[in-house]
């Protein structure tokens, strides 16, 4: 079994400021590990992964993730954050091993204010 | 094309007909997904299909709920005798096959479906 935690449902910062989007998650094998964003009304967009190799990941956007292994969590960050930044924020995971569909936490919602 | 393309972009149907979404992939993926995403229960894996292999339907919720894809590239999900707990937005997804090492899957627009 799979499953993602997301345990803000709402993270509120300033432009300017960093920012964290936090995720824990939980995985019989090896974790896959993914950001995505959605904006209103669209799709959703692949940020960054973890599949294997250095634990901090770097994406599109100026956005990284640190992978921990001991403590089960992918939290999302930006040195910087800016008001288009704005948005709805997801984390995945799969098996490595042995799966391929995705397993979503419930979301963040990001807002960056001026 | 560039992306993962969906129609239509929203559906509006009544109890008890039937409905046909498709998604057209990203060209040269070969594994496909749908996922439905709804206020209530969040994102959902419905089914996917790998190059010719048989798909896995686990997360279809209901005998209602079915698809197919047609020369491993174009597909469909077909709902039939919707009800008002459908309504949602059904996302396609695709990507490149297990052994590629490029596991991310890349999202369309999505349709929304509304059930009256």
């Known amino acids: 079994a799979q499953s993602v935690a997301q345990p803000e449902d709402q993270v509120n910062v300033a432009e300017g400021n960093p920012l964290t989007v936090k995720c824990t998650y939980s995985?019989?094998?090896?974790?896959?590990l993914f950001w995505y964003v959605q904006y209103p009304n669209r799709g959703l967009q692949f940020l960054l992964k973890?599949?294997?190799?250095?634990?901090l990941v770097k994406g599109s956007y100026g956005f990284e993730a640190e992978f921990n292994k001991s403590q089960t969590s992918f939290h999302l960050k930006k040195p910087s954050a800016l008001v288009s930044d704005s948005a709805l924020y997801f984390c995945a995971v799969r098996d490595g091993n042995s799966g391929y569909a995705l397993n979503f936490g419930k979301g963040t919602s990001l807002l960056v204010t001026p | 094309g560039a992306g993962v393309s969906q129609s239509p972009s929203n559906k509006v149907t009544e109890k008890g007909k039937d409905v046909e979404l498709r998604c057209d992939p990203i060209s040269g993926h070969t594994a496909l997904y749908w996922y439905r995403q709804s206020l209530g229960q969040g994102l959902e894996f419905l089914i996917y299909?790998?190059?010719?292999?048989?798909?896995?339907k686990s997360g279809l919720p209901s005998d209602r709920f079915s698809a197919e894809r047609t020369g491993g590239s174009v597909s469909t999900l077909t709902i039939q005798r919707t009800q008002q707990e459908d309504s949602a937005v059904y996302l396609c997804?695709?990507?490149?096959?297990?052994?590629?090492?490029?596991?991310?899957?890349?999202f369309g627009p999505g349709t929304r479906l509304t059930v009256l």
């Open positions: 997804a695709s990507s490149l096959g297990r052994t590629s090492g490029r596991p991310e899957q890349f």
């Open positions: 995985v019989s094998g090896n974790p896959y």
């Open positions: 973890y599949i294997t190799g250095d634990n």
């Open positions: 299909f790998q190059g010719n292999s048989a798909p896995d």
